[in-house]
């Protein structure tokens, strides 16, 4: 029997394409509401969100199934709500967590590029990440701090925009370089990032799917990427209507533990996961344990 410490895998389908990995709940937008024409978050928002976190149940946009306690995103990804004060976004967890004490939240979504830079441009500046880009980037996200300390979890994604060696090392690079210096500044908080298996620039071009899939020789090197900085990955869409075996050579080196196992130095915590060789048994405890699963 051999055991390794590894990144902990996630999916937000209740049956997982990739065997053995834990379930994420990821509700989007569509768990808030509308006030004045504008999308808005309000307490009964919130209980409705969190009781379906903390009991399980039916997602609210798809009426697909959520695994109780599982980790859960905040989502709010939307001009009217991802500039809103930290504070104001930080009662919003509070409130949730109220109620959900034991579910663990990230905020997704919650801006982070400088004013009037655009996101190629802001992955152009965090790939050099210089002296005065590391003074902005540390400004923006301490004025976000009281967000991402209510949350247990720090929550972004890691999609490659678009093919080419140049723009693939700039994506790759500038996520590598944003996790270490949010791991700096959040010491403790475990990092869970979205991973797709397709460049983000294929939302422009849906009928062209297999021209956007990731190649393999640029799956391994995301894939080791995501093993050397972060703690958890979800794979987005897996399993979903829109999946279409785009995630497959994703989810093929996802699966496979000696492309996930972690740095010697990285510490443990719930979002990791210790995988087993050899085993007979699953052993699984709650997120707020460690993670012990089956090598298939």
């Avoid at 946009?61 to 995103?73: D, K």
Wanted: proline share 7%; net charge neutral.
């Amino acid at each position: 029997m051999k055991l390794t410490h590894n990144l902990g895998i996630f999916e937000c389908s209740a049956t997982p394409v990739i065997p053995g990995a834990r379930f994420a709940y990821a509700n989007g937008k569509s768990v808030w509401t509308r006030v004045q024409d504008k999308v808005a978050i309000t307490p009964e928002c919130i209980e409705t969100f969190a009781k379906i976190a903390r009991d399980g149940g039916k997602a609210v946009w798809n009426n697909s199934p959520v695994i109780a306690g599982s980790p859960t995103i905040f989502d709010v990804e939307h001009p009217d709500l991802e500039t809103l004060p930290p504070n104001e976004i930080a009662g919003y967890i509070h409130a949730f967590k109220a109620i959900a004490p034991d579910v663990p939240v990230g905020v997704y979504g919650y801006a982070g590029n400088p004013e009037g830079v655009t996101p190629i441009g802001a992955l152009e500046e965090m790939q050099s990440f210089g002296p005065d880009v590391e003074e902005r980037f540390t400004r923006i996200y301490e004025y976000r701090r009281p967000a991402i300390e209510a949350s247990d979890f720090v929550n972004f994604d890691t999609y490659l925009l678009s093919a080419g060696t140049k723009w693939i090392t700039r994506d790759l690079e500038s996520r590598r370089n944003q996790a270490n210096a949010l791991r700096k500044m959040f010491p403790g908080k475990p990092i869970i990032v979205w991973a797709w298996g397709r460049y983000h620039d294929a939302w422009q071009k849906p009928d062209d799917q297999s021209q956007n899939r990731l190649p393999k020789y640029v799956v391994n090197r995301y894939v080791k990427m995501l093993r050397e900085t972060m703690d958890g990955v979800i794979v987005f869409e897996n399993g979903s209507e829109r999946d279409v075996g785009v995630n497959e050579l994703l989810n093929a080196a996802l699966s496979s533990p000696w492309r996930t196992i972690l740095p010697i130095d990285r510490k443990p915590n719930w979002a990791t996961e210790f995988i087993v060789s050899g085993a007979k048994t699953l052993t699984a405890g709650k997120p707020t344990t460690l993670f012990l699963r089956d090598a298939k």
